[in-house]
């Protein structure tokens, strides 16, 4: 069966850093693009990057392009996401999305 296990979230200060993961298991993870996507409270679930099969293509919503970095070590089945000069309208759940599969979601909180 399909997993993605998202971990590395937490509460930082506003121009702190974070790494998240997304582990995956029961599929070809190199066979997939892989998406990162957040909420926010009353907010709809936005999608903050993605990266192809490969590595060899990235894309990044606006707000967070200069800032995030979406990397993946297929080896390992595990897609990363760092967030440096985080902003208090970051805090969100985030989440990893391969296909129809989503994870469990992670916490981050962007707070002084």
């Known amino acids: 069966q399909s997993q993605l296990v998202e971990s590395g979230g937490g509460l930082v200060q506003p121009g702190g850093s974070l790494r998240l993961s997304c582990s995956a298991s029961?599929?070809?993870?190199?066979?997939?693009?892989i998406g990162w996507f957040r909420q926010a409270p009353g907010k709809e679930r936005e999608v903050v990057s993605c990266?192809?099969?490969?590595?060899?293509?990235?894309h990044y919503t606006d707000s967070v392009s200069g800032r995030f970095t979406i990397s993946r070590d297929n080896a390992n089945n595990t897609v990363y996401l760092q967030m440096n000069s985080l902003k208090p309208e970051d805090t969100a759940v985030y989440y990893c999305?391969?296909?129809?599969?989503w994870g469990q979601g992670t916490q981050v909180t962007v707070s002084s």
């Open positions: 999305k391969v296909g129809v599969y």
């Open positions: 029961g599929f070809t993870f190199d066979d997939y693009a």
């Open positions: 990266i192809t099969s490969s590595g060899g293509r990235t």
